[in-house]
């Protein structure tokens, strides 16, 4: 449902101030986000709508963000709704439950920023402003969940374990001892365990049975 503010051809731009759309699946949470909105004498809201007329919406009034649920985009991906704004609009990421990878691809094809549904009004309202100003947006609950994703992406990115830490990670894969490791490969049992130690803190596990099972999440073993 459009808000009563929109008009064609993207409503009036004179008003020096920040138009904003806002697109949701769920109604209770858009009524919230609408007078939010309406509080904030620096913005304008121009639509409310639901998610299968936030495409349309976002072609229509041409806001200078979009605050929007990344589950209203359904199929469609981030880059073509970016290629659909034609650089006129700054995309807002507001989500219940951040997935790390999510957060990270977002932010990588150029969405403005990404935020918690656990952030509350002034804090959005500043991100809003933030977006409009050309800068980009973290809340402070997605900012760990990025960190870690941008780091195990930087560890993947490079050359990942030596060839002997390998060779001991699908020994121990095997369930092999360190003892019958070191004597497998005909080394000391103290070099064995000195390899495991670098496994662990490379795949960022604690013991034997965790280190596996990344090694097989990350396809260095199978």
């Known amino acids: 449902m459009p808000s009563d503010q929109a008009t064609a051809g993207g409503g009036a731009r004179g008003t ?3 138009r904003v759309l806002v697109a949701d699946a769920q109604p209770m949470y858009l009524e919230a986000l609408e007078r939010a909105i309406r509080e904030w004498p620096e913005f304008e809201l121009v639509g409310v709508v639901g998610a299968e ?7 229509r009034v041409q806001p200078d963000v979009a605050l929007v649920d990344p589950d209203a985009l359904g199929s469609n991906d981030t880059a073509a709704v970016l290629d659909l704004a ?4 700054r995309l807002l990421f507001l989500s219940a439950d951040p997935d790390p ?3 990270y691809r977002a932010i990588e094809c150029g969405v403005a920023g990404y935020l918690s549904k656990d952030c509350d009004a002034q804090e959005l309202c500043h991100a809003i402003s933030a977006a409009a100003r050309g800068r980009d947006v973290l809340s402070a609950a997605v900012q760990p969940s990025l960190v870690k994703e941008i780091r195990l992406r930087g560890r ?3 050359p990942f374990l030596s060839e002997r830490e390998h060779e001991v990670l699908v020994l121990i894969a095997g369930g092999m001892s360190a003892p019958e490791i070191g004597h497998r490969l005909m080394i000391s ?3 064995v365990k000195t390899h495991l130690h670098h496994i662990y803190e490379k795949l960022g596990a604690h013991e034997r049975a965790a280190a ?3 090694a097989m999440r990350r396809g260095l073993i199978e």
């Open 101 to 103: 990878t999510a957060i």
């Open 156 to 158: 993947e990115e490079r």
């Open 53 to 59: 007329e936030f495409l349309g919406e976002l072609r």
């Open 86 to 89: 034609g650089g006129r609009t």
């Open 16 to 18: 020096g101030r920040v």
């Open 212 to 214: 596996v099972r990344e």
């Open 189 to 191: 049992t103290a070099t």
